[in-house]
C-alpha cells in the first residue's frame, strides 16, 4: 500500500518487529503457527469483520483482546463531556462487536477513541486548516466556532493501549475513552493552527443547514458538541494525557511543509459556494 500509514510499516521492522498481509477473515492463514498474548484489533468497525479475529484469537489462545471502537457511538447528550457508561447508540455498528468480544473473551477492553493528529494519519484533521491557512484564504467553520471538540496526539493514545496491556487485570472488562484530557473550540482549533503557521487567521462562520448534503464534506469534525474525556484511563489505569496542541501543531507543520502539501494545488471548491453565500471575498493566489 502506497499512503500512510500502511507505506510506513518498514519502520515496524527496523526496530524489530515483523509485519504479515492477510485477508482478516482468515487471519490464521496469514499468521501461521504464531502465537499471541494479545490481539490489538484496530481494523474491523462492525460485528460481521471483527468476528472471525475474536474467534481465531479465541481458539488460538489469546489471552486479552483489546478493540479499537469509536466515542462516536455515544448518543448526543445535553451534558458534555461524554464518559465511559454513557447511552450509545444501539444501531452503532460498534456495539454489536463490542459485545460480543466482551461475550467471547474473560480478559477484554474497549478503546473509543475521537480526532487525533500525529505523524501517518491518512485522515485530515489539521491539515484541512494548514490547506486554507497557508494560502491566505478564509477559513469557514460552522456555527458558532465554540462547539467543543477533542483532538488527541497519537502519543497518548499508543500510551492508553499500552499500560492496557501492562496492566490486563485492572484493564479487563473496562471501556476507555481514547481521547486527551482538554477539550478545544472549533475557532480554537483554527487558531491554534495559524499560531503554528505564523500567519493570522481569517474565520468565517456559516450555517451549516444551508449547504444541505454537503455539510458534512465541507468540515473535518463534527459541527455540534463531540467532547468525551478520559475518566477510566486515569482512575482505573493511572494514564496521565501530555498532548499539547500549541507545541504538537508546530510539529505537524514542520512535517506538512516537508512533505510540500503547502505548495500542491487543492479546489476549495465546497469552501467557495459557502463564502460566495456570504459574499466574502477570496484572493487569487
Known amino acids: 500500500m502506497k499512503k500512510p500509514p500502511f507505506n510506513r510499516f518498514s519502520e515496524i521492522v527496523r526496530v524489530g518487529g515483523k509485519t504479515v498481509w492477510g485477508d482478516p477473515a482468515d487471519v490464521g492463514k496469514a499468521v501461521g503457527e504464531a502465537?499471541?498474548?494479545?490481539?490489538?484489533?484496530?481494523?474491523?468497525?462492525?460485528?460481521?469483520?471483527?468476528?472471525?479475529?475474536?474467534?481465531?484469537?479465541?481458539?488460538?489462545?489469546?489471552?486479552?483482546?483489546?478493540?479499537?471502537?469509536?466515542?462516536?457511538?455515544?448518543?448526543?447528550?445535553?451534558?458534555?463531556?461524554?464518559?465511559?457508561?454513557?447511552?450509545?447508540?444501539?444501531?452503532?455498528?460498534?456495539?454489536?462487536?463490542?459485545?460480543?468480544?466482551?461475550?467471547?473473551?474473560?480478559?477484554?477492553?474497549?478503546?473509543?477513541?475521537?480526532?487525533?493528529?500525529?505523524?501517518?494519519?491518512?485522515?485530515?484533521?489539521?491539515?484541512?486548516?494548514f490547506d486554507r491557512i497557508v494560502r491566505d484564504r478564509p477559513v469557514p467553520i460552522p456555527g458558532?466556532?465554540?462547539?467543543?471538540?477533542?483532538?488527541?496526539?497519537?502519543?497518548?493514545?499508543?500510551?492508553?493501549?499500552?499500560?492496557?496491556?501492562?496492566?490486563?487485570?485492572?484493564?479487563?472488562?473496562?471501556?476507555?475513552?481514547?481521547?486527551?484530557d482538554r477539550a478545544i473550540t472549533l475557532n480554537g482549533m483554527a487558531k491554534l493552527c495559524a499560531q503554528a503557521v505564523g500567519r493570522s487567521v481569517n474565520i468565517v462562520h456559516y450555517d451549516p443547514k444551508t449547504i444541505g448534503a454537503d455539510a458534512k464534506k465541507a468540515f473535518p469534525f463534527r459541527t455540534v458538541h463531540f467532547y468525551a474525556e478520559p475518566r477510566a484511563a486515569k482512575d482505573i489505569l493511572g494514564w496521565t494525557g501530555t498532548t499539547n496542541l500549541a507545541e504538537d501543531l508546530k510539529e505537524r507543520f514542520e512535517e506538512y511543509v516537508k512533505i510540500g502539501r503547502d505548495k500542491k494545488p487543492i479546489k476549495f471548491e465546497l469552501d467557495d459556494k459557502i463564502l460566495g453565500s456570504l459574499k466574502v471575498p477570496v484572493a487569487a493566489v
Open 144 to 180: 458558532s466556532g465554540m462547539q467543543l471538540t477533542n483532538i488527541s496526539h497519537v502519543r497518548d493514545l499508543s500510551s492508553m493501549l499500552t499500560l492496557a496491556v501492562e496492566k490486563p487485570t485492572a484493564a479487563s472488562g473496562n471501556v476507555f475513552n481514547c481521547v486527551s
Open 35 to 129: 502465537a499471541f498474548d494479545v490481539v490489538l484489533e484496530n481494523n474491523g468497525k462492525d460485528l460481521d469483520t471483527i468476528r472471525p479475529v475474536v474467534d481465531w484469537a479465541k481458539s488460538s489462545g489469546v489471552q486479552q483482546f483489546l478493540y479499537i471502537s469509536s466515542a462516536g457511538i455515544y448518543k448526543p447528550t445535553d451534558e458534555p463531556p461524554h464518559v465511559e457508561g454513557d447511552v450509545v447508540k444501539a444501531d452503532a455498528s460498534h456495539v454489536g462487536a463490542e459485545e460480543y468480544i466482551a461475550q467471547i473473551f474473560s480478559s477484554w477492553a474497549i478503546f473509543r477513541p475521537q480526532y487525533m493528529i500525529g505523524s501517518g494519519n491518512n485522515k485530515d484533521c489539521e491539515e484541512w486548516f
